[in-house]
């Protein structure tokens, strides 16, 4: 286990990315922020792409729309503080007219990227919020550039959007091209129409033609953070550096960890400087062990940037042949792994636990692979952002399903593929909506391990020696059974 780490506090997020570009990671920003998310819509064959060419259509235009945010957060003297797919979140100095020009000016910068309503992203939406905000640097095996922000104003606009996205486009409350924010003294959302928005335009329209001229800068080479053994290692298995335009490709699936009770702890602390300063070590700690858990695992993992307190990894595989081979068992067993090797972190750090999300979908026809991974640059950043039907279906497993610590959720052709035994424990899932899925199957970790010492059991003989010196083989079996 890693020593506790001491984290020193700075000012601001200008602070903070100082002491980022000097290479200095045990540091917190505790301040008031407004949180922006954006989500681009795109056509459902980008969003869980299932080829290469679809994967890297959908890479190339998240690479826009972060860069499009970079350079107007820019211009309020806000940051990009996470680049997770096709959900882009920034922070900016609070201020209502701040955020109202910000949101003008990013949709207008938008309209001019993504001009063409026959291209892959149909529309695009966004919800914020502002609160106090615990924003800790991002630490991951490598050099995770994203920064964790922690705090309820970070996560209620994210739930909100999740939540508008479980129902059609006709039932959302949410349209396309409308920003969300909180209704003043109803605990509700203002819906706003961004076509309506008051927009400069001279500057929104110099921004949208920089970008859609822009070759964007897909690599990790200038990145010394990124320039590590452990990287190296993950780019020799594709042979090259991944970029949009040729992306790392391998088969496997993603699972992804949340951990419960952050957001409240956070909000108990920050009118006591020495249990905030704690927490952002105890949360610092946190992601450490899980990068060694990622970095010494002996299946070949690779981890993507932290989203808040969800932790993301793929389990990846050269061949179809050994994907297959492991997928009936490890789907399950390497959430289990994760969860007992990070379950004293989370209690330690007074938390409940994990709640996990599975999923890697179908591998189409001759693909040659279903993972496929690039390094998107923005500014002098540079993100770790997968592609392909895991990831849409991962995310969506958490977001619709209420899911609790120590529960797993799996997306259904996945629960399909598992050893019988394993399959067992899962029920069908029911959604935030109390319906039930046609999509996820949910089980309790602790059912799953049962069921995994018991195979262990039984596939392990005892040996017994007669009277005849004769070995006798008998398999194991329950008591009671």
């Not at 550039?145 to 994210?158: H, I, Q, Y």
């Not at 890697?360 to 692979?369: E, L, S």
Request: net charge negative; charged share 25%.
């Amino acid at each position: 286990m890693p020593k506790r780490l001491l984290m020193e506090r700075v000012a601001d997020l200008e602070g903070l990315e100082q002491r980022r570009a000097r290479g200095e990671t045990d540091v917190f920003a505790p301040q008031v922020l407004e949180h922006v998310y954006l989500k681009l819509d795109f056509k459902s064959q980008f969003e869980n792409a299932r080829t290469a060419e679809d994967a890297k259509g959908f890479l190339r235009s998240v690479t826009r729309g972060g860069m499009a945010a970079h350079a107007v957060a820019a211009r309020y003297g806000g940051y990009l503080l996470e680049l997770q797919g096709s959900m882009i979140h920034v922070g900016l100095p609070a201020s209502r007219d701040g955020v109202d020009g910000f949101v003008a000016e990013l949709h207008h910068v938008l309209r001019g990227v993504f001009h063409d309503p026959r291209s892959r992203v149909e529309g695009w939406r966004m919800a914020a919020d502002a609160g106090m905000t615990l924003i800790v640097p991002g630490r991951g095996i490598y050099g995770d550039e994203s920064w964790v922000s922690l705090g309820d104003s970070a996560n209620r606009p994210a739930k909100y959007l999740y939540a508008q996205l479980e129902v059609s486009e006709e039932s959302r409350a949410l349209k396309r091209f409308h920003v969300a924010c909180p209704a003043a003294n109803s605990g509700g959302w203002q819906v706003r129409d961004m076509d309506s928005m008051r927009v400069r335009l001279d500057e929104a329209t110099a921004i949208s033609e920089a970008v859609r001229r822009a070759d964007p800068v897909l690599d990790f080479v200038d990145v010394q953070q990124m320039r590590s053994a452990a990287f190296g290692q993950v780019a020799s298995f594709g042979g090259n550096t991944p970029s949009a335009d040729s992306p790392l490709t391998y088969f496997g699936w993603v699972f992804r960890a949340d951990l419960d009770g952050f957001s409240s702890r956070v909000e108990g602390c920050f009118d006591n400087p020495t249990a905030l300063t704690e927490l952002a070590g105890s949360f610092a700690n946190i992601m450490d062990v899980a990068a060694t858990f990622v970095r010494n695992h002996s299946e070949p993992l690779v981890q993507l940037p932290w989203a808040g307190d969800n932790f993301t990894a793929s389990a990846v595989f050269g061949t179809k042949s050994a994907y297959d081979s492991a997928a009936p068992r490890r789907l399950v067993e390497l959430s289990m792994d994760y969860d007992a090797e990070m379950e004293e972190e989370a209690s330690d750090g007074g938390f409940r636990g994990w709640a996990h999300g599975i999923a890697g979908g179908t591998v189409h026809g001759n693909a040659g692979g279903n993972i496929y991974l690039a390094a998107l640059r923005a500014g002098s950043r540079t993100f770790m952002v997968g592609a392909g039907e895991g990831f849409g279906r991962s995310t969506k497993a958490l977001s619709d399903i209420e899911t609790g610590p120590g529960e797993l959720v799996i997306y259904q052709p996945d629960w399909e593929r598992l050893e019988e035994q394993y399959q067992k424990p899962f029920e069908p899932a029911v959604t935030r909506r109390n319906q039930q899925s046609s999509l996820f199957r949910c089980a309790a970790i602790q059912g799953l391990s049962r069921q995994r010492a018991r195979k262990e059991t039984i596939s392990v003989p005892t040996i017994l020696t007669a009277a005849t010196r004769q070995t006798v083989s008998v398999a194991s079996r329950q008591h009671g059974r």
